[in-house]
């Protein structure tokens, strides 16, 4: 079956523009979770859905970046001003049940160059 | 937080069986053990879980130290395409659902 797909595969911006990145889960999943990994680093948590619940923002860097999921599906992960440490691989997983043992399955990932 | 402890590197020879080791002396009774590796220019994909048991699936199997201290992953036979960052995590329900990575152990294979 189809897998996480994320758009655009890569984005290049000048510093100072707002971008959108874009993650379609799993079909039926109800779990969506946001990461990224900078050139070198470890992949970072951002934020968490899990069907009709609060998101965890807790991993966010700053108040430049929102996410939302629309209808349970779809999700935009949304970077105001971009800054240059911003550049980075942005990765969207998501999984069928919140819980422990759970398996996150991950999209490809979007690579943001911020100039 | 619990973490692990893996080597920053190994190197294998190409159809020889591999075993990736895991400190996790912290670890606690509901934690559950996760192998997740990454391949150059994608995204992470999921390997084994455990809980105390040792496991077996066709990547891979989990050993799991009797005292869950520790872990191993043992590739069966190595291939070029196992050549990867593989990343040890433990899933801390008080740190909510994300994966915790960690620089994880980066594999090279050599034919």
């Known amino acids: 079956g189809a897998g996480v797909s994320q758009s655009p595969s890569n984005k290049v911006t000048e510093k100072g523009k707002d971008v959108e990145l874009r993650c379609d889960p799993i079909?039926?999943?109800?779990?969506l979770y946001w990461y990224r990994q900078s050139l070198g680093q470890g992949l970072e948590f951002l934020i968490y859905f899990q069907g009709n619940s609060a998101p965890d923002k807790s991993g966010l860097p700053s108040d430049r970046f929102s996410a939302e999921r629309t209808g349970g599906s779809v999700s935009t992960l949304t970077i105001q001003r971009t800054q240059q440490e911003d550049s980075a691989v942005y990765l969207c997983?998501?999984?069928?049940?919140?819980?422990?043992?759970?398996?996150?399955?991950f999209g490809p990932g979007t690579r943001l160059t911020v100039l | 937080d619990a973490k692990t402890t893996q080597p920053n590197s190994m190197e294998s020879n190409e159809e020889e069986p591999v075993h990736l080791p895991c400190n996790h002396s912290t670890i606690s009774g509901t934690d559950y053990i996760h192998w997740y590796r990454q391949l150059p220019s994608q995204g992470p994909e999921y390997v084994i879980h455990?809980?105390?048991s040792n496991v077996n699936n066709r990547m891979a199997s989990l050993a799991i130290a009797e005292d869950r201290k520790s872990s191993t992953l043992i590739l069966h036979r190595a291939t070029l395409r196992d050549a990867a960052v593989y990343y040890c995590i433990l899933r801390d329900p008080h740190s909510g659902y994300a994966l915790n990575f960690g620089k994880g152990t980066s594999l090279l294979v050599t034919p």
């Open positions: 079909s039926g999943h109800t779990a």
């Open positions: 997983a998501s999984s069928l049940l919140r819980e422990l043992a759970d398996t996150q399955y």
């Open positions: 455990g809980l105390t």
